[in-house]
């Protein structure tokens, strides 16, 4: 096993946490592909936890793709792990911290208010659905890296009500309290409009990646979040091979 320790990683289930604790290293490039994954025993020793959890934690690790499980063998790291980042649900303030800079983050606004028709159609929710929409700002070193826009479906997340989101990104809230079971990115190319801009303290028409991310659990939606980086603050990379016959 690795002389480096094994910690959970944040709040909700156990196996959670302790599959967030395996991917952050193979996610940050620390774990190359091929890399041996310590053993299911050692895992339940490292973690206090117990063997099924342990396994439900690296069966989840397998089904997205960052890690593979041969029996006999062991568990691996997947030979194009880091690249599947791309398409994971990952805390910005974990990001920020991995780059060797410091991290920030100011809410902007907290509201409770019902879905009205657009909403309704872009979460795939009844209309008057209750809402929490909150507006915040994620900084590296004291610079806007990303402004988050988010609405929180309190029918499936009613804790969500009492949540000031004051000292936590709703982001990273969620990923420690709801569990999901599918989520969609759709990335564009947006010119900052005036109250953006001056959010973000860039210049108005500045280029921005905008990726909208919607998660389900099960058939219902969770949330709808509105993640807005100035072009020159953040990249989404990803290296690919021709498959055969195409």
């Not at 025993?41 to 099924?52: G, I, N, Q, V, W």
């Not at 911290?97 to 009205?116: C, K, M, N, P, Q």
Request: charged residues 25%.
């Amino acid at each position: 096993m690795s002389r480096q320790r094994l910690t959970r990683s944040g709040n909700g289930p156990v196996y959670e946490q302790i599959r967030r604790a395996i991917a952050e290293p193979i996610v940050s490039g620390r774990w190359r592909p091929g890399r041996r994954i310590p053993s299911e025993m050692e895992l339940t020793k490292a973690f206090s936890a117990s063997r099924m959890t342990v396994n439900r934690a690296l069966t989840s690790l397998a089904a997205e793709g960052l890690i593979v499980r041969w029996r006999r063998r062991g568990s691996f790291v997947a030979e194009r792990a880091v690249e599947l980042s791309v398409f994971q649900i990952w805390d910005i303030a974990a990001e920020v911290a991995r780059s060797g800079r410091t991290y920030s983050y100011a809410l902007i606004g907290r509201e409770h208010t019902v879905a009205d028709d657009e909403q309704a159609a872009a979460m795939d929710v009844p209309a008057g659905t209750p809402l929490v929409a909150v507006s915040c700002r994620h900084s590296a070193d004291g610079v806007v890296v990303q402004l988050e826009q988010r609405l929180i479906n309190l029918t499936v997340v009613p804790q969500a009500a009492e949540e000031t989101f004051s000292n936590i990104g709703p982001g990273r809230w969620l990923l420690d309290h709801v569990p999901w079971s599918e989520a969609e990115h759709v990335i564009r190319a947006e010119a900052a409009d005036a109250k953006t801009a001056g959010l973000m303290g860039v210049a108005q028409g500045t280029a921005c990646l905008v990726i909208e991310r919607r998660t389900w659990q099960a058939q219902t939606t969770i949330t709808l979040a509105r993640l807005i980086h100035p072009g020159d603050r953040h990249a989404l990379t990803g290296r690919f091979r021709p498959i055969s016959g195409t």
